[in-house]
């Protein structure tokens, strides 16, 4: 694999940390928890109440969860610029493709790798 320049390597992880931080801001808004006693959810007898809030809590939990597996990649995309095996497939250790690094410079797999989705 042909080792990325520095320059190629610093505009990586401004991009990665612009990521990062981005995703840091939309994980404290999903986990941001409400004070207002009014908005505190109650289940009651019947079937049907606190549904809509049974769903949106769980709905929550899927995006919190999805932003911190792309967080992850973040991360492990950083440890690896620092590394020196950044743009390499974590499993079989090929070059990832341009543009799939360009696309998504948090790419640690190659598309082989990817999970299928």
Not at 55 to 64: C, D, Q, S
Not at 85 to 97: F, K, N, P, Q
Request: proline letters at 4%.
């Amino acid at each position: 694999m042909v080792p990325m320049a520095p320059v190629e390597n610093e505009a990586a992880r401004v991009l990665l940390q612009e990521r990062r931080t981005e995703l840091t801001a939309e994980i404290a808004s999903v986990t941001h928890v409400s004070r207002d006693p009014m908005a505190a959810v109650g289940f009651g007898k019947r079937i049907g109440d606190g549904t809509t809030e049974a769903v949106e809590r769980l709905n929550k939990i899927g995006i919190h969860d999805a932003l911190m597996a792309k967080a992850a990649d973040v991360d492990r995309a950083l440890i690896k610029l620092d590394e020196g095996s950044y743009g390499e497939c974590d499993v079989c250790g090929a070059a990832i493709l341009a543009a799939r690094m360009e696309a998504m410079p948090w790419s640690n797999v190659c598309v082989e790798h990817a999970p299928r989705r």
